[in-house]
Antibody
Framework: EVQLAESGGGLVQPGGSLRLSCGASGFTFSNFIVTWVRQAPGKGLEWVAN????????KYLDSVKGRFTISRDNAKNSLFLQMNSLRVEDSALYYC?????????????WGQGTLVTVSS | QTVVTQEPSLTVSPGGTVTLTCASGTGAVTSGNLPIWFQQTPGQPPRALIFGTNDRHSWTPARFSGSLLGDKAALTLSGAQPEDEADYYCLLFYGTYWMFGGGTKLTVL
């Protein structure tokens, strides 16, 4: 069974840092592009970043470029999001998810999310 | 990065038909934007319904269909069921980034 499980969220002050992790199981992690998507409480979805199969082909939302870094460890079936210089507007539930290609790109599995709260 | 616009809310009667749209701030939505449609119910992660403009996943009920309608991507629900009441989001690709629409809250009433 494919599973994705996020961890590392919490309360942090503006300007602080957090490192989110996402553990994957039930599939060959290294074969898939993976992504972070966030959702502020009561708000819509926001795509944050993608990482290709071998730590290349990185894509970021403009508002997080230079502050967030997406990375992966295929040997440990893990995805990471290093978040620095956090702002109040970064507060959200952060989901990790898996991209698939079958005559078109889509996302087929999601974790349950980890909550990040940026507040003084 | 651009803004993607959806209707904030729509209402459909049970058994009725409704079309949700997704507009791009850069101009017409095309197949090259690789439109994906997601459904999200409260407390749950999103679930993709439509990808590649008009392809259904194996789990997508046949009453959902995707298309390009004028200069927008569209999701049509034909024969709405009470369980279709949810938030719906489109996702578009712009070469170096993806962008979600603001979402449509669909009420079945």
């Amino acid at each position: 069974e494919v599973q994705l499980a996020e961890s590392g969220g919490g309360l942090v002050q503006p300007g602080g840092s957090l490192r989110l992790s996402c553990g994957a199981s039930g599939f060959t992690f290294s074969n898939f592009i993976v992504t972070w998507v966030r959702q502020a409480p009561g708000k819509g979805l926001e795509w944050v970043a993608n990482i290709g199969r071998n730590d290349v082909d990185l894509k970021y939302l403009d508002s997080v470029k230079g502050r967030f870094t997406i990375s992966r460890d295929n040997a440990k079936n893990s995805l990471f999001l290093q978040m620095n210089s956090l702002r109040v507007e970064d507060s959200a539930l952060y989901y990790c998810a898996r991209w698939i290609y079958n005559n078109g790109w889509s996302i087929d599995y999601w974790g349950q999310g980890t909550l990040v709260t940026v507040s003084s | 990065q651009t803004v993607v616009t959806q209707e904030p809310s729509l209402t459909v009667s049970p058994g009725g038909t409704v079309t949700l749209t997704c507009a791009s701030g850069t101009g017409a939505v095309t197949s090259g934007n690789l439109p994906i449609w997601f459904q999200q119910t409260p407390g749950q992660p999103p679930r993709a319904l439509i990808f590649g403009t008009n392809d259904r996943h194996s789990w997508t009920p046949a009453r959902f269909s995707g298309s390009l309608l004028g200069d927008k991507a569209a999701l049509t629900l034909s024969g709405a069921q009470p369980e279709d009441e949810a938030d719906y989001y489109c996702l578009l690709f712009y070469g170096t980034y993806w962008m979600f629409g603001g979402g449509t809250k669909l009420t079945v009433l």
